[in-house]
């Protein structure tokens, strides 16, 4: 019942950006938080993002300072603003709905960002 889907990515050279953005619906998506996590092969998966139902944000400690998650609930939308990539960045990035995240929630079918030195 519940779909998020992601877009935005693509390839870029060291030192660029992207704008990723996943789209949900068959749920409230006002009240529930939102996370951006990313996998790259051979890799475990990692949050990178989140952003809770009131708007409250947390980083991983790599993309600090340099990735930015936001939200617009009239839209049903989260997006990763994602600037000065570095090739450690390459990854598949998955969008995850929860009321809690890391407890469960729903999973996109994500979206492939390369960045290439």
């Known amino acids: 019942q519940v779909q998020l889907v992601e877009s935005g990515g693509g390839s870029v050279q060291a030192g660029g950006s992207l704008r990723l953005s996943c789209v949900a619906s068959?749920?409230?998506?006002?009240?529930?938080?939102m996370g951006w996590y990313r996998q790259a092969p051979g890799n475990q998966r990692e949050l990178v993002a989140t952003?809770?139902?009131?708007?409250?944000?947390n980083y991983a400690d790599s993309v600090k300072g340099r990735f930015t998650i936001s939200r617009d609930n009239a839209k049903n939308t989260v997006y990763l603003q994602m600037n000065n990539l570095t090739p450690e960045d390459t990854a598949v990035y998955y969008c995850n709905l929860a009321r809690t995240i890391g407890r469960g929630g729903y999973w996109g079918q994500g979206t492939q960002v390369t960045v290439s030195s």
């Open positions: 068959g749920t409230l998506f006002s009240i529930n938080a």
């Open positions: 952003i809770s139902s009131s708007g409250s944000t």
